[in-house]
């Protein structure tokens, strides 16, 4: 066989292969919670984004710790698991946020990571185990513009910002706050 040929075929295959894992993780992504695949959803809920499965992380979204059964909508001061688009447009990521300000439309939030972020100015501390019982550590809020979300990209209620934190927060002049 001719050694093009060849590369022609394993390009074939590589795009093939490429094709059949972005649609198995879409499907995955777009199913209903309750749900198998193929199936409608069993309760009548918006399909939940599934959250992000990092090294230390629990295979399951942590629940809040509040006593009191969370709202439909999001509220200032709240910590929410949301899908949040990348910076450069590429694609968007479900990940905890920090609600600044809310409407019915939506809200403005700001991006929680667990990467260490000490070294920067840009990002703070934000206590973890309050709102997420399985984490190991702390994560960081970034502190940079906020991003303004439709009220369909949130998936779950994860609890309350720390009191203290929340305060500087609202003290930060360029972030819009209620």
Known sequence: MPEA??????????????????SWRHRVANRRPGTRPGRGSTDGRRPTPPRPRGGDRPSTKPRSRDSQPAADTPAPGEIWWADVPYADGSGSKVRPCLVLRADSRGADVLKITSQDKSDRDDHVRIPTRDWDPGAEHDSYLSLTEPIRLDSAAFADHAGRCDADLWRKVRSLRHLPTP
Do not use: P, Q, S, T
């Open 5 to 22: 040929l060849l590369w022609a075929v394993a390009i074939l295959l590589a795009v093939a292969a490429g094709w059949a894992w972005n």
